[in-house]
């Protein structure tokens, strides 16, 4: 009896064994909000939304689909409670735009009491900026150039780490709002390391 408890035993556990071993191949449920697809469009507020729209289809070749809006202003808190805003904001208009194989740009114009009209730095909290790709980097600039757009500095690349291979640039749109110029031609350093990756504009 103890014989054919102990074999038993020891087949049980070599089966355990070999279904721990296949299930390390299978990556592990990520917890997330059920049905998450990915982002849907990237908002931000301008102060002139038509210059803005001008300037992402006239320079970086956008494109501009339609426009919503007026919003407010309401007599209630219904500014207040739905977008946090101060109850008397309001948005006379806002544009949705799409650059390439990217995401949407949900641009706003709004008017509100308490507005800060200067944009925030990187350094600031709810600093950004937007990153586009280009195919020829030398390209792009002298395009963009010709057509009054001020770069920061000079193109710098990764020549190690994760991000080995990228060259990229800031440059600054018309109103002050932070943008990116990157190129990576022969791929980033991490993708030798992983078959995981990030999202491309070119796939």
Same mark, same amino acid.
């Given at each position: $009896? ?7 035993? +020891? ?7 070999? *279904? *721990? &071993?296949?299930?390390?191949? #299978?990556? =592990? ?6 049905? $998450?697809?990915? #982002? ?6 301008? %102060?002139? =939304? ?16 339609? &426009?919503?809006? /007026?919003?407010? /202003? ?12 101060? %109850?008397? =904001?309001?948005? /006379?208009?806002?544009?949705? #735009?799409?650059? +390439? ?9 709004? &008017? ?21 790709? #280009? ?8 395009? $963009? ?16 780490? /994760?991000?080995?291979?990228?060259? @990229? ?5 018309? @109103?002050? $709002? ?5 190129? =990576? %031609?022969?791929?980033?350093?991490? !993708?030798?390391?992983? %078959? !995981?990756?990030? @999202?491309?504009?070119?796939?």
């Amino acid at each position: $009896m103890k014989q054919n408890t102990t074999s038993r035993t +020891g087949a049980l556990l070599r089966r355990c064994a070999i *279904a *721990a &071993t296949l299930l390390a191949g #299978v990556p =592990a449920a990520q917890a997330g909000v059920p049905g $998450m697809r990915g #982002v849907e469009h990237f908002g931000f507020t301008v %102060p002139n =939304a038509q210059q803005a729209v001008d300037f992402f289809v006239g320079v970086m070749g956008c494109k501009a689909f339609f &426009t919503i809006g /007026p919003f407010g /202003p309401f007599k209630d808190d219904w500014m207040k409670e739905n977008l946090n805003v101060n %109850p008397r =904001a309001a948005i /006379p208009v806002a544009h949705l #735009v799409r650059c +390439g194989n990217g995401t949407n740009f949900e641009i706003f114009e709004y &008017t509100s009491p308490d507005q800060k009209a200067k944009p925030p730095k990187n350094s600031d909290i709810g600093g950004h900026h937007i990153a586009f790709y #280009v195919d020829d980097l030398d390209v792009a600039m002298e395009y $963009m150039r010709e057509r009054g757009v001020k770069f920061l500095g000079k193109p710098h690349l990764f020549t190690d780490g /994760p991000l080995k291979g990228l060259t @990229w640039i800031y440059f600054m749109s018309p @109103w002050g $709002m932070q943008l990116e110029l990157v190129t =990576a %031609p022969g791929g980033r350093g991490y !993708e030798q390391s992983t %078959p !995981e990756r990030l @999202w491309d504009p070119r796939q």
